[in-house]
């Protein structure tokens, strides 16, 4: 049974730091291509950072652009997602999700994503 599970989340200050983890089983990341989502009550999912199966396409939201630091250890089948400078705006659920064309696809587009986690909560607060 493929599938991926998130930990890491929790409860941050402001300007803090907190590293997501995303372990998969059953399938072998070293040919998908991965990313990372979040989705904040009363918004809708949206695409956060991801990364092409080589590692050669990378890609950032706008919003955490300088902040965020997307990557994977094929040798571990697990991929992260460092996030430093933490603001309450980046409060939300976070997913991991993988695409198996190995891409990382324009725009991070949800609808590309074919495997996903169950979520972690990432909370940014005072």
């Known amino acids: 049974q493929l599938r991926l599970v998130e930990s890491g989340g929790g409860l941050v200050k402001p300007g803090g730091s907190l590293r997501l983890s995303c372990a998969a089983s059953g399938f072998t990341l070293y040919h998908y291509g991965i990313g990372w989502f979040r989705q904040a009550p009363g918004k809708e999912r949206e695409g956060v950072a991801c990364?092409?199966?080589?590692?050669?396409?990378?890609d950032y939201s706008d919003s955490v652009k300088g902040r965020f630091t997307i990557s994977r250890d094929n040798a571990k089948n697990t991929m992260y997602l460092q996030m430093n400078s933490l603001k309450p705006e980046d409060t939300a659920v976070y997913y991991c999700?993988?695409?198996?064309?190995?891409?990382?696809?324009?725009?991070?587009?949800?609808?590309?994503?074919?495997?996903w986690g169950q979520g972690t909560q990432v909370t940014v607060s005072s």
């Open positions: 990364i092409s199966s080589s590692g050669a396409s990378i």
């Open positions: 999700a993988a695409e198996n064309l190995g891409g990382c696809p324009r725009k991070i587009a949800l609808k590309r994503f074919d495997y």
